[in-house]
């Protein structure tokens, strides 16, 4: 019987697996991605990729806000 998840569908290549009649049991040595994360990686890649606060340069400054804007959503997440 298999495993009904409401988390499975976010995840493309399990999906992917699925179709072909397999399942991805070797989360050691690579994680699936979901595809708000594959997404928002193509975006930053797209863009322009930068280090954060330490670039002097439009997409250095983009970069460091939204690092900034994902460390106070993970402290409200966590209750920090």
Do not use: C
Not at 39 to 45: G, I, N, P, R, V
Not at 56 to 79: C, V, Y
């Amino acid at each position: 019987m298999p495993l009904l998840s409401p988390w499975r569908a976010d995840f493309p290549a399990i999906a992917a697996l699925q179709r072909q009649g397999q399942t991805y049991l070797d989360n050691a040595a690579t994680t699936q991605k979901p595809q708000t994360l594959i997404d928002a990686l193509t975006h930053y890649y797209t863009n322009g990729a930068a280090n954060v606060h330490r670039a002097q340069h439009l997409p250095g400054a983009h970069a460091t806000q939204a690092f900034e804007a994902s460390r106070i959503k993970a402290a409200h997440w966590l209750n920090a």
